[in-house]
């Protein structure tokens, strides 16, 4: 069985060209200023880096870009721990000699052997199992591999490079994880931040993943975001983070395309998959069309369907632009009713329950429920 082996050679080639290295880390935010501080500083040592982080936030991309920085003349080799089969794992990471077990008719060399004189990404190095575990920290401590019914020490130029969304801590608290390899890893952590915690990036990200769509589908129609369509994905909690607002992003090029899209097309557009009004049908159809190029993608999408979102207040100033007037108090009493009736249905009824998810008081809840005549649903 053969699994993908990312290997790129960006750091050579940028290093004959002598122009400054542009980072590969897009945004400006305070906290992605300073990750890319560290980047520039840990980059060119030989320091094992270990990169936490959610779901998406771009660990991936940070590995890279600490590769460029490295100036290292070998390739950058990913490989991820999670996707491989543990017993598999060893044979991929240190690779093996001719006859090391049935099946093995030719020698091959592993991820170590590739990565020479460049970097191994290891990603996902929670899911390493505790038997590699130890052989990985003695190639760490020696510098050499052997590769698996070979008897001959490999002498290797390693920079290493590991990511985890997993809580690698409480697994060596737990056990799971070997303490000392833990520490040998994390000689210089850096936590990528998630995107709830940079908002402001938003703009430059969408941005520059609207370019890289445009590279792969050139010809595509780019749609518009309005200000308000800004505003309301900066209010989004963004659970997938980076790799969720490019899921976003591929649906807007589908659903809006060449349009300009409001706060409002966000938030029940794009948010939530739910198709615009206008040309339903054929949209419709696009969306299914573009799915199927998506790709690996798709699996991602019920992430964020599912994903309730309420409108953001600021959709409501542009409200005025089409109507004369509204009544205020009558459309807040309404959406106090249906949330309270929501609150307590999802809680079985019980008012303090419904009070704790709604953030208020339980006197104050049962005053709000007198007031509106709301009743405890009939769970009998
Ligand atoms: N700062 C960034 N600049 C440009 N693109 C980014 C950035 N952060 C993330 N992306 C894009 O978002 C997507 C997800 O990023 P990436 O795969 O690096 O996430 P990850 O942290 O490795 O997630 P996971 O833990 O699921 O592996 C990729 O398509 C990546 O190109
Ligand atoms: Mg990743």
């Given at each position: 069985m053969?699994f993908?082996?990312?290997?790129n ?23 992605m200023?300073?990750?890319k ?43 991820n721990?999670a ?41 996902e ?11 990985l ?11 698996i019914?070979g ?25 799971r994880?070997r ?11 850096i ?10 990036d ?18 595509a ?9 800004v ?11 980076v ?32 198709l ?12 299914w ?36 007037e509204?009544?205020?108090?009558g ?8 949330l ?8 079985d009824?019980l ?20 007031k ?9």
């Amino acid at each position: 069985m053969r699994f993908e082996t990312v290997v790129n050679d960006t750091a050579s080639s940028s290093r004959s060209n002598a122009q400054p290295l542009v980072s590969l880390i897009i945004g400006d935010s305070p906290r992605m200023v300073e990750l890319k501080r560290l980047v520039k500083i840990v980059g060119p040592s030989l320091a094992t880096v270990m990169l936490s982080g959610e779901t998406g936030v771009g660990k991936d991309i940070v590995a890279q870009d600490i590769h460029r920085q490295s100036l290292r003349s070998g390739p950058f080799v990913a490989i991820n721990c999670a996707a491989i089969p543990a017993e598999l794992l060893e044979s991929e990471l240190f690779g093996y000699e001719k006859g090391a077990f049935t099946g093995a008719d030719r020698a091959r060399m592993g991820r170590f052997e590739m990565s020479n004189g460049g970097t191994l990404f290891l990603d996902e190095i929670g899911d390493m199992p505790l038997a590699l575990q130890s052989k990985l920290l003695r190639t760490l401590e020696n510098h050499c591999i052997q590769r698996i019914g070979g008897n001959r020490e490999i002498k290797l130029d390693l920079r290493l490079i590991c990511a985890t969304h997993q809580n690698v801590e409480r697994m060596v608290e737990d056990g799971r994880f070997r303490a000392d390899l833990y520490y040998r890893l994390a000689t210089f952590p850096i936590k990528v931040p998630p995107l709830s915690e940079r908002r402001e990036d938003i703009p430059a990200l969408l941005e520059a993943l609207m370019v890289s769509y445009l590279e792969r589908q050139p010809g595509a129609l780019a749609p518009r975001f309005s200000p308000a369509a800004v505003e309301a994905l900066k209010g989004h909690e963004w659970p997938g983070n980076v790799r969720e607002l490019r899921n976003v992003l591929e649906r807007a090029f589908v659903l809006f395309a060449g349009q300009e899209i409001s706060g409002r097309n966000v938030v029940e557009n794009l948010l939530r998959l739910r198709l615009p009004e206008a040309n339903a049908q054929a949209e419709n159809d696009a969306l299914w069309e573009a799915a199927a190029t998506f790709g690996g993608e798709v699996a991602e999408l019920p992430e964020t369907i599912t994903q309730a979102a309420l409108p953001s207040p600021e959709d409501f100033r542009l409200w005025f632009r089409h109507n004369d007037e509204i009544d205020l108090r009558g459309f807040i009493r309404d959406v106090e009713v249906v949330l309270i009736e929501a609150a307590l249905a999802a809680k079985d009824g019980l008012v303090s329950h419904a009070a704790d998810a709604l953030k208020l008081r339980r006197t104050t809840l049962i005053e709000k429920m007198k007031k509106l005549m709301i009743e405890r649903p009939n769970l009998g």
